[in-house]
């Protein structure tokens, strides 16, 4: 069974305590102040809310599944820090999440915590579009709204952080969750009047997000164009996208928002071949079948007469997943051909290999790429995966530990090294990776057992018990921020 589901359900639990504790909670529209000189210090300094934020990550990874997909995580990671350049962002000490959820949201939290969900994907048809919400949320972030939000509270009392907390777990896992729908009805209420407070903000989010996306070289209409596409589905759908509750779209809006972008006219790119690759991940993750997949995206195919490299890439994996590799071999040297640098195809194919147990070849072309790459996310996990199809568990050991030194804040990395190390004998580091795993997933009663399992094997290692009691420090650390709350 994996981790997270033992992480889930204590974690719900503290959830709940916090939501019926805290003494400041917060909402997402809680994210839409204009920054009219920055008294929000006096509130709240940035360490603080960094600290915050990461403190609220926690309980939301242990209480929504998230996308492991190690290519659609880096996408998101290195597009937004993209426009992080380009925008009015001074801390861009960003984290990612990425929920498993087929509803259309995105979202900022205090201390620069993004989230995605795959539905964004299934809905912004171009890179711009999608480009567009992203530069909106960090505009949210660089405006330090949360924070100026706090001032407001101050009048007025409105719970906020809990709301958030609320809708975004309510939203990914399609409400059904009683509990959860009671607290967020007894918050209705205050958030309507916090959308009243918020609702010219978003406006300013609007235009801060249109100069970010003119200055990172998209073109500005693919805002209006994205808010002109919510609209549409708030017409038509009796229950209306989690973003649409939090970032409401009315005509007005859209017609300042097409009047701004009309005013930054000028060249910018509309859409990448990568990105339409990233949809195709996403919707042969929510089809029903790899079969109903690879059939729609043979359709796609030949409604535009074979060129289409999104839709046979899509195809492809399709075909791999379900079982049809011949096919799917044909149509990955048709990509390799047309696009042999890019990175997806090539562990598409790195995929295939491993499909048919043609593990040395999947290495040697893992290491190739990793040669020009050698920091890259999803070559370096795929080469552990090779390595553990192989059973070279110490191999395997040296590719995971090199990647939780990249990503240190990354509970996927922290789950793939602990079963890694665990096949590899190393017991003592089997603790520490699971330790790391629930501080990120929220649960600091099981980080907290883990380390006291990882000093009794650590013996008078001085060195070693050094560095566990100094994650324990960190583990009460992040108890009183907690319960600061």
């Known amino acids: 069974m994996r981790l ?46 960094y600290q915050l934020g990461r403190a609220w990550l926690s309980m939301l990874r242990g209480s929504v599944r998230t996308l492991e997909d190690p290519l659609l995580k880096d996408y998101v990671e290195r597009h937004v820090m993209g426009l992080a ?14 929920l498993d959820s087929p509803q259309l949201n995105a979202f900022a939290a205090p201390g620069g915590i993004i989230g995605v969900n795959g539905g964004l994907f299934l809905h912004a048809h171009s890179e711009a579009e ?75 989010a609007d235009r801060i997000g249109l100069l970010n996306l003119k200055g990172a070289g998209y ?36 017609a300042d928002s097409r009047n701004r972008a009309g005013q930054l006219s000028g060249d910018g790119r509309r859409d990448s071949l990568y990105y ?24 796609l195919l030949d409604q535009h007469e074979g060129e289409h490299s999104a839709a046979r890439y899509g195809l492809a994996l399709a075909l791999i ?29 790195v995929e295939l290999d491993g499909s048919r147990n043609r593990l040395d070849q999947a290495l040697t072309r893992l290491d190739q790429l990793l040669a020009m790459q050698p920091d890259n996310y999803p070559l370096l996990e795929a080469k552990a995966n090779m390595l553990l199809r192989k059973q070279d568990y110490r191999g395997a050991e040296q590719v995971t530990d ?36 629930f501080m990120l997933a929220g649960d600091l009663d099981q980080a907290d057992e883990q380390l006291d399992q990882a000093l009794k094997r650590a013996g008078d290692n001085f060195v070693v018990t050094s560095r566990i009691n100094a994650r324990k420090d960190e583990v009460a650390r992040r108890r009183e921020i907690i319960k600061s709350f």
């Open 402 to 437: 090199r990647l939780a030194r990249l990503r240190s804040d990354d509970p996927d990395v922290w789950y793939l090294v602990s079963e890694v190390r665990g096949l590899a004998g190393n017991i003592l580091g089997v603790h520490q990776a699971r330790a790391e795993y």
């Open 276 to 299: 339409q690759m990233m949809r195709a991940r996403v919707q042969l993750f929510y089809e029903e079948s790899p079969g109903l997949a690879a059939q729609r995206f043979r359709a």
């Open 130 to 204: 999608f480009a567009s919400v992203m530069a909106h949320e960090l505009a949210h972030l660089s405006q330090r709204h949360f924070a100026r939000g706090l001032q407001h509270q101050q009048q007025n009392r409105i719970p906020l952080m809990t709301a958030m907390l609320a809708s975004i777990i309510l939203a990914a896992s399609g409400g059904g969750d009683a509990g959860f729908a009671a607290l967020a009805s007894t918050q209705a209420a205050a958030i309507q009047e916090q959308r009243r407070f918020s609702r010219q903000n978003e406006q300013e």
């Open 85 to 98: 350049e380009t925008s009015q962002l001074e801390d861009r000490r960003l984290t990612f999440v990425t």
């Open 219 to 254: 073109d500005p209409n693919a805002m209006p164009d994205m808010f002109e596409r919510l609209a549409r589905l708030s017409r038509f759908s009796r229950t209306p996208p989690e973003f649409l509750l939090t970032h409401p779209v009315n005509q007005s809006r859209i």
């Open 4 to 49: 997270i589901n033992a992480v889930r359900a204590p974690a719900r639990i503290l959830l709940f305590s916090l939501m019926t504790a805290v003494a400041m909670p917060l909402t997402a529209n809680e994210f839409n102040l204009p920054s009219l000189g920055d008294t929000s210090s006096s509130i709240m300094s940035r360490e603080q809310e």
């Open 321 to 349: 997943r379900s079982g049809q590799q011949a096919e799917a071999e044909t149509e990955l040297q048709t990509l390799l051909a047309e696009h042999p640098d890019n990175i997806a195809v090539q562990l598409a194919q």
